[in-house]
């Protein structure tokens, strides 16, 4: 039996023939079809439907920004809420996951073999899509467990391990080989791998954290977001005052696991309006409820202490259109600046590749610092290929799973 709160949710689906929620999800998950099988109890079929465009259901049913992509584009969601895809796609996968449904019937491997560079979403999705095509598939990973940013970037409150752990094996139970204790350009090399693989597709995401380029950034007690949630070494937050400036996931996630750390004050600061923010309005609500609080449309313009943080001088912005903008942009208020005082700063804004990896492949890059690709993500080495992050991709779990599954098809194309 369908439990109720499940069931409601299904029934409130308008199976709509236009199908606007597909063209919402960035993978274009056939939604309306999934639910569907849902309202016939016929779980499998419903798992088999998402498996066509995803191997992530659990997952991107728990974390994506669902507002920002199925659900915002949810024909109920005009009048009223819309429908609950992601509670009903995590649904799906859980009950796969509890029943060790499989993604697809193993294939003999073929004589081609393909080396994954890192176990993020992009990575894990081309490994699995590639499998599925036959080809003998090896996941290199430089940390010891599979995940990437899933497992080193992503709360536990938020994404629960045994999911993750769930997820990840079904698709290394595919026939997966993994190594572990991997880096590129210490314990494995690009010129080494095209020597004994048939084609390389690299994931290793962009996690180092930018920085603001303003005075103070070096004061001891400042740190970057994306390193403090992959490392977990954090300093002693213990009834401390911690600003984290930016507005995206990131930022929001550094907030929420720094309180559980004991802050006793937390403020993320945020130079645009609230509406404005890339991350989700139920992450940010959920934030609110957890009594941290928020500085919007307020810069930073220096970080202020004698060898450690001590103080912030921030300013007051306005948001105005320019010409060419898309949307409004902040300016900063000319004599709005004002002094708080502070013990750390978690810097959120941003985050580029490593230098030293992506150094190590000698591939050409972009304007900002990304690995340079296609239209077929090959990179400027014929039979490299790359996505996700560190190719500058969307940044959000869905478009970099969508990104490996695209290169697996292209890799695909190319072997053939």
């Not at 109920?76 to 809420?81: D, L, N, Q, S």
């Not at 095209?194 to 690299?202: D, E, L, M, R, S």
């Not at 977990?232 to 929420?256: E, H, Q, T």
Request: aromatic share 8%; net charge positive; charged share 30%.
């Amino acid at each position: 039996m369908i439990e109720r709160d499940i069931k409601e949710k299904i029934e409130y689906c308008l199976n709509c023939k236009t199908k606007p929620c597909t063209n919402g999800c960035p993978l274009n998950n056939n939604i309306p079809d999934f639910i569907q099988s849902i309202k016939s109890e016929k779980y499998k079929e419903a798992y088999e439907i998402l498996n066509k465009t995803t191997v992530l259901s659990s997952i991107c049913g728990r974390i994506c920004p669902h507002i920002k992509q199925c659900e915002g584009a949810c024909v109920r969601g005009i009048k009223g809420k819309p429908v609950s895809i992601g509670e009903l796609e995590a649904f799906v996968g859980d009950i796969a996951n509890e029943n060790g449904y499989l993604f697809f019937d193993k294939k003999e491997k073929n004589k081609k073999k393909v080396a994954i560079i890192g176990s993020g979403p992009a990575s894990l999705t081309c490994a699995a899509f590639l499998r599925k095509e036959g080809y003998d598939v090896t996941i290199f990973e430089k940390r010891e467990k599979l995940g990437g940013i899933l497992r080193y970037g992503i709360p536990r409150f938020r994404l629960d391990e045994k999911v993750l752990d769930d997820t990840i094996d079904s698709i290394i139970n595919l026939g997966i080989d993994v190594k572990t204790n991997c880096t590129l350009g210490h314990d494995i090399f690009i010129d080494n791998l095209q020597k004994n693989y048939n084609a390389i597709f690299i994931g290793t995401g962009a996690n180092i954290s930018s920085m603001m380029g303003i005075e103070g950034e070096n004061l001891k007690g400042v740190y970057g977001g994306n390193e403090l949630l992959e490392y977990k070494r954090f300093p002693d937050f213990k009834d401390k005052k911690v600003a984290v400036i930016g507005g995206g996931n990131v930022a929001i996630d550094s907030a929420r696991e720094i309180k559980r750390l004991g802050a006793g004050d937390v403020t993320i600061i945020y130079r645009r309006a609230e509406k404005q923010m890339p991350a989700e309005e139920k992450e940010i609500q959920a934030t609110k409820d957890e009594d941290i609080n928020f500085l919007f449309q307020t810069n930073v313009v220096k970080i202020i202490g004698d060898n450690k943080v001590e103080k912030l001088e921030c300013i007051k912005t306005k948001l105005i259109k320019k010409e060419g903008e898309k949307r409004e942009v902040p300016v900063d208020i000319e004599n709005s600046n004002y002094i708080i005082d502070m013990d750390y700063v978690v810097m959120a804004i941003g985050s580029k590749p490593d230098k030293k990896t992506i150094n190590s492949l000698r591939v050409e890059l972009d304007d900002w610092g990304y690995i340079k690709i296609d239209e077929n993500h090959m990179t400027s080495k014929k039979g490299i290929f790359a996505g996700g992050d560190i190719a500058g991709e969307k940044k959000t779990v869905a478009w970099a799973a969508r990104s490996g599954r695209e290169a697996a098809y292209s890799i695909n194309k190319y072997l053939k």
